[in-house]
């Protein structure tokens, strides 16, 4: 069963939303239709996740594993990374899976 809500779709394994700002430009634009499978939340350096934010709510970020820490990075140079600590306990709970696919017009 599929739910529809404000620009959402979502399974009981993918989830599609649409992207807002330009942090992750120009790999994923303003607009964009971006899909993450809720399942694939083990990270591999460098892929892009969906990623739950305090501020932001729902964001994309390309994540990359370090000794201590997990560097959240925009593409676009004018957004600042981010390090979490790894030791982190809530982490894990703010990975929400790992975007697998995406629909935009350029």
């Known amino acids: 069963m ?3 809500l404000n620009n959402v779709v979502e399974s009981e ?3 599609t939303s ?3 700002g330009r942090a ?4 994923i ?3 964009a239709a971006v899909r993450f499978d809720k399942q694939e ?3 591999t ?3 892009i996740y969906a990623l739950w934010s305090d501020i932001e709510g729902l964001i994309f970020r390309r994540l990359f594993i370090e000794k201590d820490a997990v560097r959240v990075v925009a593409d676009n140079p004018a957004f600042p990374e981010i390090k979490i600590a790894r030791d982190e306990k809530n982490i894990g709970s703010r990975i929400l899976g790992k975007v697998t696919g995406l629909a935009q017009r350029y």
């Open 18 to 20: 649409i992207a807002r």
């Open 13 to 15: 394994r993918f989830q």
């Open 29 to 31: 634009i303003d607009g």
């Open 45 to 47: 350096s460098g892929e």
């Open 2 to 4: 599929n739910t529809h």
């Open 24 to 27: 992750m430009s120009p790999t």
């Open 41 to 43: 939340k083990r990270v």
